[in-house]
């Protein structure tokens, strides 16, 4: 039977909520990461996403709507 890997939980940045991939934001250089956040957002296109507009998104990512 195989042995499924417990899948790592994804932090996101408390500044930008941009899910970060390390251990400090890409954006800000920021090491201020939260394991607590709802809402996956992928950001494409964001000059022309209301939702990237919303929230001063201006880099394209993976980012989370809420962070605690
Ligand atoms: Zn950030």
Redesign the pocket.
């Given at each position: 039977m195989a042995v499924r890997k417990a899948k790592k939980q994804l932090r996101v940045?408390?500044?930008?909520?941009?899910v970060?991939d390390g251990e400090a934001?890409?954006?800000?250089?920021?090491s201020?990461l939260s394991e607590d956040w709802a809402g996956y957002l992928v950001i494409i296109d964001p000059e022309h996403s209301e939702i990237a507009k919303k929230m001063k998104i201006t880099m394209a990512g993976r980012y989370a709507l809420k962070v605690r």
């Open positions: 940045c408390r500044e930008c909520h941009r970060v934001c890409v954006i800000c250089g920021t201020n």
